[in-house]
């Protein structure tokens, strides 16, 4: 467990959070997290399989959302300032 966080320290410069704010310092973190998450699927799998995967997922996604009659929900902000 501690590699991870170690390796996303290193990318971040081994410094402090570039954001201020509990809300803002998560979001920071989740984007480094999925950065890392996503380097680890193209190392494990390579571009074109993660190309693939996404492609069928949303085909998936498309077929449940079709299948089930719902509708594309309205874009709000989760955050509002």
């Not at 201020?20 to 193209?42: G, Q, S």
């Amino acid at each position: 467990m501690e590699h991870p966080f170690g390796t996303i320290k290193g990318w971040m410069g081994a410094t402090h959070f570039k954001m201020k704010t509990l809300r803002h310092v998560a979001t920071e973190m989740a984007l480094h997290v999925l950065a890392y998450n996503i380097k680890r699927v193209i190392s494990i799998l390579g571009v074109p399989t993660l190309i693939e995967a996404i492609r069928a997922f949303l085909s998936l996604l498309a077929a449940v959302v079709g299948l089930t009659g719902a509708r594309r929900a309205p874009a709000t902000p989760i955050y509002t300032d």
